[in-house]
């Protein structure tokens, strides 16, 4: 029973990328569904939340109107598509899953079931 997050590379600044987040072991149907980014020397910071449907979804507002969360229950994986990327992106992301949702608190919350390993996405500027 694990979260596999992938899809990280080094990509130049103003660039693109899609993470996934994929289960094994478990459905994520009944899942609400966080990505996470830790630089180094920075804290864990929320990036974005979807609800178990996919019909709420949240963003920090650094990464708003930039990245789009979605994810494809009949494949068991949720999404992160990461445009116009910025140096300041550079960071490990992980996802994190829950059955609880946490609605418009999810930025502070850190208390999920399951962790995703991190993948590392590097933007060169």
């Known amino acids: 029973v694990q979260l596999q997050a992938s899809g990280g590379g080094l990509v130049q600044a103003g660039g693109s990328l899609r993470l996934s987040c994929a289960a094994s072991?478990?459905?994520?149907?009944?899942?609400?569904i966080a990505w996470f980014r830790q630089a180094p020397g920075k804290e864990r910071e929320g990036i974005s939340y979807?609800?178990?449907?996919?019909?709420?979804?949240y963003y920090a507002d650094s990464v708003k109107g930039r990245f789009t969360i979605s994810r494809d229950n009949d494949k068991n994986t949720v999404y992160l598509q990461l445009n116009s990327l910025k140096a300041e992106d550079t960071a490990v992301y992980y996802c994190?899953?829950?059955?609880?949702?946490?609605?418009?608190?999810?930025?502070?919350?850190?208390?999920?079931?399951?962790w995703g390993q991190g993948t590392q996405v590097t933007v060169s500027s």
């Open positions: 979807i609800s178990s449907s996919g019909g709420s979804t």
């Open positions: 072991g478990f459905t994520l149907d009944y899942y609400a």
């Open positions: 994190a899953a829950d059955k609880r949702w946490y609605g418009s608190r999810w930025y502070f919350v850190r208390e999920y079931e399951f």
